[in-house]
């Protein structure tokens, strides 16, 4: 058989500008079929999760069914929705549990901090406005609501609040937390005033002895007197034990040194 040579001579013999190899293919099927598996997995994983979801809020909602009143289902219930970064349904939840029972203080606590650690400081703060109206006798929801303020700077909205929660005149506990953010704040003329309230509004032995550590604490000699004397004055003689007076003579003892 008779071959033309010039036909078969190769025209360019210079490497191609774009060579692939089989081994280029190769690389590029695998990676083709990874990223294929991994859309595939993803579609799966986001069903999967999906259904889950379904099937916990059924799980849920049957339980509320069953025990309308457990407010513990509908915290949980409530927690679980915002793993789920649902804040609205979250919100929804405890809202619901609110309407069973607003008495409920673990529900407002965890409510409250569900939006604290999202960062909802207004949706707080809100929260803590409707909880200290609904139960104005609850220290720990006026504690706070101040300590929010505080935090946030808002020192006269933290006073604001302080005002508002020792009109109530629970117990001394309002007025020693007002008493120490005042002194935090370097305002010893004001925690003054406020101790001379409280010795006025709730007269009790404990009280007195408070504001006169107070008082030497900051080295007012004078003012530490008067606050045994105005102890005397203002408790029954039944309210003072001989304690109170041997700390009184122990006090001027020292003043004497």
């Known amino acids: 058989m008779n071959f033309n040579s010039k036909k078969l001579q190769v025209k360019n013999k210079n490497a191609a500008e774009v060579q692939i190899t089989a081994e280029q293919l190769i690389n590029e099927a695998l990676e083709l079929e990874e990223v294929e598996h991994k859309v595939n997995y993803n579609l ?12 916990k809020r059924k799980e849920y909602e049957d339980k509320i069914r069953k025990r309308r009143y457990m407010i513990s289902t509908y915290i949980k ?4 929705e915002i793993k789920q970064k649902d804040i609205e349904r979250c919100r929804s939840i405890f809202e619901r549990a609110l309407n069973i029972d607003y008495t409920n203080k673990n529900l407002w606590l965890k409510y409250i901090e569900v939006e604290l650690i999202n960062k909802n400081i207004n ?11 609904l139960l104005p006798l609850e220290n720990i929801f006026w504690k706070k609501y101040a300590h929010l303020e505080e935090i946030l700077n808002n020192y006269v909205n ?3 609040i302080y ?6 005149k629970i ?17 010893i003329n004001k925690c003054r005033e406020i101790f001379e309230r409280l010795i006025v ?49 122990n006090f001027e003892e020292e003043q004497m040194i």
């Open 44 to 55: 799966i994983d986001e069903e999967e999760l999906n259904e889950y979801r379904i099937n």
């Open 201 to 249: 509004s709730i007269p009790k032995l404990e009280c007195f002895y408070k504001f006169i550590k107070f008082e030497k604490k900051y080295k007012n000699i004078v003012r530490a007197r008067a606050a045994y004397e105005k102890c005397i004055e203002l408790l029954p003689s039944c309210y003072i034990d001989e304690n109170f007076y041997i700390h009184f003579c």
């Open 123 to 133: 949706s707080a703060r809100n929260l803590l406005e409707r909880v200290v109206l």
């Open 163 to 168: 005002e508002r929660w020792i009109k109530f």
């Open 158 to 160: 933290a006073r604001n």
């Open 171 to 187: 117990d001394e506990s309002s007025f020693l937390c007002y008493i120490y953010f005042e002194e935090r704040c370097n305002e």
């Open 77 to 80: 219930y409530g927690l679980w």
